[in-house]
């Protein structure tokens, strides 16, 4: 089945080189986002050979790639070189660092200098209200919400999202992300609150193309599944 017509831009998040390529050539995909922790998970030990491996193909659409210091100087180190790999590319910069230091100071650094941002790891809608609080009408951002880290918590992050899209209207550069969606139905949620952008892993993308796909015929698929795995066990009672 086709991928569904979306309002809501898809960022594919993942350190997979061959599978961010695949997406990209769908032409479904609307972005990228990756980070240090996917990349270690994917092996990966030479981040800019891989950053600059995956811009030598992804050459127009948006690519976050994030700094990894600790030391806020260092942080923008980090950030002026990774702005330079590519015209398309987005820096993230966590908003705090991992003692709780704001990193408010930096990101307002940064965006004076005119390098595009990917604001991350914002849980807590005082964090995205502060981030606000900074900003000039013509910054150029990505603010990414990890929505589905609020969900874990056993908060409904849906009027939360709703409410920093309203917050953010008049910074019209800035893009909200729900960021860390456990579900594909996170999608829509996300697009009905007004998101920009929603991040999905390989698998959720996989699911997006079951959009209202006929109920019993998936009654019918998930029975054939059970069926099929118990003859291939050899199970027998």
């Not at 409410?163 to 729900?178: E, G, T």
């Amino acid at each position: 089945m086709p991928f569904p017509t979306l309002k809501i831009a898809v960022f594919a998040d993942g350190a997979h080189r061959e599978e961010m390529l695949k997406r990209y050539r769908e032409g479904f995909i609307k972005g990228f986002t990756t980070n240090p922790t996917l990349m270690n998970k994917a092996g990966l030990r030479d981040y800019e050979a891989f950053a600059r491996s995956v811009l030598s193909e992804i050459k127009e659409l948006p690519i976050s790639f994030e700094v990894f210091s600790d030391a806020f100087d260092d942080m923008a180190r980090q950030a002026r070189l990774i702005a330079r790999w590519g015209a398309n590319v987005n820096v993230k910069i966590p908003i705090t660092n991992t003692r709780g230091d704001s990193s408010l100071p930096l990101i307002r650094r940064l965006l004076d200098d005119g390098i595009r941002l990917n604001i991350t790891a914002i849980v807590d809608p005082e964090q995205a209200a502060e981030l606000h609080g900074i900003l000039k009408p013509k910054d150029d951002l990505i603010v990414s919400i990890f929505a589905g880290r609020i969900a874990d918590t056993g908060r409904d992050p849906v009027p939360l999202m709703t409410k920093a899209v309203a917050l953010y209207r008049d910074i019209p550069a800035a893009q909200i992300l729900w960021a860390s969606p456990r579900e594909v139905l996170n999608v829509y949620q996300a697009q009905a609150c007004g998101c920009h952008i929603i991040t999905a892993t390989d698998d959720l993308i996989a699911k997006l193309s079951l959009y209202q796909k006929p109920l019993r015929e998936y009654t019918l698929e998930t029975v054939k599944m059970f069926y099929n795995d118990a003859q291939k066990a050899g199970f027998a009672l």
